[in-house]
């Protein structure tokens, strides 16, 4: 005990002080910023080539005027069970102009057990549905900034891709099963990290608390002597 108190004393110096206020400080920034570190970027899959401009001048205020759709959420039930699995995929129009668009689900092996659309009314089924393995529909004129959206309960939790064809010109966006299972899987793993940083650092901050308590108090102590 007594040689443990000795090699606080010899840490309680200004240099130990100044380099444990620094470990704080690199400790405090890390756990206000893990959204930024633990962060996995997910890129939907495009057609190779189409993320190249054209050499036309015009192109970006063409662009400007163009619809654009992205599929920003997709969930699937993880398990399969005797009750139907349900089936979730969001569609927004990411662009600057009100436009249409043409999505297309390939369940694969699942099939439909039912299905719901929102907007209710702004949709047209082209073809596949209830008891089938596909599910084509046509959303006419979608706002910028809004969304569509699609429900399912299928026979098992499996798909095969979700498709999102602009009407007119624009770029194609497809989300396969295989990068929803990435996906997925990395979400799961930076919420995994993150509750180990958090673990970390907050056992970094209590013993740091601890060792400079102590140190306060001898240095009081010292003073105390000292008068």
Do not use: C
Not at 21 to 33: A, C, D, E, R, S
């Amino acid at each position: 005990m007594d040689k443990f108190l000795k090699s606080l004393e010899r840490l309680a110096t200004a240099k130990g002080i100044v380099v444990l206020v620094i470990v704080l400080l690199v400790v405090f920034f890390t756990y206000k910023n893990l959204d930024f570190i633990t962060e996995v970027t997910f890129k939907v899959d495009r057609p190779s080539g189409t993320n190249e401009p054209p050499a036309d001048p015009n192109f970006r205020a063409q662009e400007n005027r163009k619809a654009s759709f992205s599929i920003v959420g997709a969930q699937l039930t993880p398990v399969d069970f005797a009750l139907p699995v349900s089936f979730y995929a969001e569609l927004r129009n990411d662009g600057f102009a009100t436009g249409g668009v043409e999505v297309m689900v390939d369940f694969g092996r699942a099939a439909v057990d039912t299905f719901e659309i929102r907007p209710a009314n702004g949709y047209t089924l082209i073809s596949g549905g209830i008891q089938q393995n596909t599910l084509k529909v046509q959303f006419p004129s979608v706002a910028r900034d809004e969304s569509v959206h699609l429900y399912a309960l299928l026979t098992m939790p499996t798909f095969r891709e979700v498709v999102a064809n602009p009407i007119g010109e624009g770029l194609q966006s497809r989300l396969t099963y295989d990068a929803y299972i990435a996906r997925s899987s990395s979400r799961w793993l930076s919420s995994d990290f993150r509750v180990f940083l958090q673990f970390v650092a907050g056992g970094i901050i209590i013993v740091m608390a601890i060792y400079l308590t102590y140190v306060l108090i001898a240095k009081l102590s010292i003073l105390f002597r000292m008068t």
